[in-house]
């Protein structure tokens, strides 16, 4: 942690051990009726989508150490349980005495203490408090339960119920919360693995449920203007930021080295640069150098033909980023949004997408979320062929990755990825700050390399002359490939570009100069707007900033991670080059080439369907007329 941080607030251990002895006695047993938040349907409490009997005696403890009834010993698992339980407790009874000095609420429990007469308005302040302190509470325990036992957690298709949480007061939160688990716990885990499973599960749906309450909360700044840090745990707590479970479990995925990548060396770089870039996140300050120099790729599209080896380069990507990671002992998160989280149900394909989106984004780790076959998952809006779950996705994917309250730390790099970018729509596809195109072998070295890797060295047959995946090397094909990107590629876009330098009389050499050229885009392409031409510039300054950052930074911790985020900042500025103006143009070109296929494709299948539509209808023209000279000779 970094100790000038004045906002900085370090709970001492005596402050949460205190409060073991009340903690535990609940986990143990304890009375609750929830006639009450039973029939709420009011703001103050999250719907029930489970029902409970009105009075319950509730004793967690008995029920986590019933999971395994055949042995009175509690198993590793359920003492974790036990343990995260009494130490979420206790720390968020700490944490809330902090905000109750901080904000004044003690000033006004201790006059109503000695008698003393509250005036209407303190009263009005002490209720609004109050509630406050009750969602500070539910959110710290769901938190610290998550953060503890988030990595312990396994793949399971078991899902925790959710339960009504009154938030009416601090301790009928409490108890209902609480409650809620020990149905889950009964109900739901029938094994050790199921139970830390179940619980994960149940908290993370409270921090997102809880976040409903928030909006409206007031006297917040005693609490958001702070962050407290449990050195013990390594738990922060940062407002309502949601903490995801935060997995240091190895990737599981096969394992794919940068020279088996054929072809496609922009996407090599691109990809190889982006994982440097990454291992540069500064845990202390939650935030990365490349943020504040300009061209982190926050968001990345490729996209190509079937085949071409979009999924080879996941998999290159996701190996590079676990290897680094486990050597240098750094937290590495990786998930795919798959067409398995598009939900027939109205609303949780959305809320599928929003945890998928939380998970990744997780400050506490180094995420690398990709969407594979966007096309098929991220519908177009008013696209009647796609379903209302694709349409929800689509939203939220819009508003995470540059709506209001988009934050890029830099922690974090979203990959889409597609066959068919026309497919995408158009304002999600816009959003992709770094654009390549995927186009898998090309040459016969290519195609030769391609035959040896797949033959897994298990024939006699000689490669030929040349050796064995030689011109695979990133630096002897990458030049030649930007340098594709001097002119475009696309037609269209071409006859743009001569006719703009045609009217400049030489090259481009100024802002002006690309400003006419963005003029004269706009005037065939109307989509062109100002997120474009910002997607381009950062991806130009992310050029710019492709500094070959050396190997021995990434080596040993030592060198540069334990470094702070001053000093990794100035390591990685002595390597960042100027943005020149061929770097622009080529980005420009290269952005623009991939909207100029994608409304092409999407032109073309547009047409081929009126088409194919008014052939059907001539079809059924004269179909009908056939029926019809029938109908008249009877």
Not at 115 to 142: F, P
Not at 320 to 335: A, F, I, K, Q, T
Request: include cysteine.
């Amino acid at each position: 942690m970094t100790e000038s941080n004045k906002n900085l607030i370090k709970i001492d251990e005596k402050d949460i051990e205190k409060h073991y002895t009340t903690a535990m006695n609940l986990i143990n047993r304890f009375n609750y009726s929830n006639k009450d938040s039973a029939s709420d349907s009011s703001a103050s409490s999250f719907s029930m989508t489970s029902s409970l009997s009105n009075n319950t005696l509730v004793e967690l403890n008995k029920s986590i150490l019933n999971v395994t009834p055949n042995d009175a010993l509690a198993s590793e698992s359920q003492h974790k349980v036990i343990h995260a339980l009494r130490r979420a407790l206790s720390v968020s009874t700490a944490i809330n005495e902090q905000y109750t000095n901080f904000s004044g609420l003690s000033d006004l429990e201790e006059k109503i203490k000695r008698n003393q007469y509250l005036t209407d308005e303190e009263k009005t302040r002490r209720s609004e408090m109050s509630k406050t302190l009750t969602i500070i509470g539910t959110h710290v325990i769901a938190s610290y339960i998550v953060h503890a036992l988030g990595a312990h957690t396994t793949t399971s298709n078991i899902e925790a119920q959710t339960y009504t949480i009154d938030v009416s007061s601090n301790l009928n939160a409490l108890y209902s919360m609480l409650n809620g688990l020990n149905e889950n716990v009964k109900n739901q885990a029938k094994s050790d693995e199921v139970l830390i499973n179940v619980v994960v599960d149940y908290f993370e749906k409270v921090i997102s449920n809880n976040q409903r309450h928030v909006e409206g909360l007031k006297h917040l700044s005693a609490y958001e203007s702070n962050t407290f840090f449990i050195e013990k745990d390594k738990f922060e707590v940062h407002g309502f930021d949601k903490i995801s479970k935060n997995s240091t479990k190895k990737v599981q995925m096969k394992r794919v080295e940068p020279h088996e990548v054929v072809g496609n060396a922009i996407a090599k770089q691109h990809c190889l640069k982006i994982v440097k870039k990454l291992l540069c996140y500064d845990f202390e300050r939650k935030m990365n150098p490349f943020v504040e120099i300009g061209g982190f790729p926050f968001t990345i599209l490729g996209d190509g033909k079937p085949g071409t080896g979009k999924t080879t380069l996941i998999q290159m990507t996701s190996t590079l980023l676990s290897d680094y990671c486990e050597r240098l002992g750094l937290p590495y998160y990786y998930e795919n949004f798959s067409t398995d989280n598009i939900s027939e149900y109205q609303g949780k394909s959305a809320q599928n997408a929003k945890a998928f989106i939380n998970n990744v984004m997780n400050p506490d780790c180094l995420g690398f979320g990709t969407i594979d076959d966007i096309d098929q998952i991220a519908g177009k809006r008013g696209d009647n062929k796609s379903s209302a779950g694709q349409q929800e996705v689509t939203a939220v994917l819009m508003e995470s990755f540059a709506g209001a309250k988009t934050i890029v730390r830099g922690n974090c790099i979203f990959g889409m990825f597609t066959n068919h970018a026309e497919n995408m729509d158009p304002a999600l596809r816009q959003r992709a700050i770094t654009r390549f195109l995927i186009d898998g072998p090309k040459t016969k070295e290519d195609f030769a390399d391609l035959f040896y890797i797949l033959s897994k060295n298990k024939t006699d047959i000689p490669y030929g002359e040349s050796e064995p995946l030689s011109t695979q090397q990133i630096q002897t094909a990458v030049q030649e490939s930007y340098e594709q990107h001097n002119k475009p590629q696309e037609p269209q876009l071409l006859e743009v570009y001569n006719a703009t330098v045609k009217q400049l009389g030489h090259e481009f050499e100024s802002f002006e100069d690309v400003a006419l050229y963005c003029d004269n885009v706009l005037s065939v392409y109307p989509d062109f707007s100002g997120r474009s031409v910002a997607n381009i510039a950062s991806s130009a300054l992310g050029r710019a900033s492709d500094a070959d950052l050396p190997e021995e930074w990434f080596e040993e911790r030592s060198v540069f991670v334990d470094k702070s985020y001053e000093e990794k900042l100035e390591m990685i500025k002595s390597y960042v080059k100027k943005l020149e103006i061929s770097l622009i143009l080529q980005e420009f070109n290269a952005y623009m080439d991939s909207e100029f296929r994608s409304k092409n494709k999407s032109d073309n299948e547009e047409v081929n369907e009126k088409v194919r539509q008014a052939r059907l209808n001539e079809k059924a023209s004269i179909l009908l007329q056939k029926e019809r000279e029938a109908e008249n000779n009877q």
